[in-house]
């Protein structure tokens, strides 16, 4: 038997790396949170580690791994906000979000590819509109799990974070370009 991989294999065998390793950084990430006293969500690193994982995988890839990250929270391991998991998070108030972020990867995926990661403008303008279609699916969610009129639930579940989301954007411009030509230099 051939004990070398092929140049196919090899490259499949780097991909599901890369899939597991970001999907584990979102795992350890997306624990670690703030609950806020008015608001059932809590401020998260969640998106933080979906822009890296875009930003080192791609449209696809991020999303497959960020997929993987939501089946494992569902199935009750501790990945979700405050170290919790199960099927009554993605139910509960705070699960338009979690749902959200898959319109997240794809956005900012689709930002990524078309105009290719080194374009700063338009990974942040992918961002920004990955996070807005995000918040809008979250929100509505919120309003209806909770009774409130969508601009309660607005107030409530994105205002307050905007400022801070804002700073992961920014941050993630500059080291996610610098992480993946790390990570591309080392696969040569």
Known sequence: MNQRLTASQAEKTKKITMIGL????????GPLSLPLPFSPVPITLTNFAVFLSIYILGMKYGTISLLIYLALGTIGLPVFSSFSGGLGKLAGPTGGYLFGFIFLALIHGFFMLRFHKKKT?????????????????????????????????????VIPYLPGDAVKIALAAIIGPKLSSAIQKTQK
């Open 121 to 157: 403008f338009a990974s942040i303008i992918g961002m920004t509109l990955g996070m807005i279609a995000c918040y809008l699916f979250g929100t509505i969610w919120l309003a209806l799990h909770m009774s409130l009129t969508f601009k309660a639930a607005l107030m409530i579940g």
């Open 22 to 29: 970001m999907t584990a950084v979102t795992c350890i990430l």
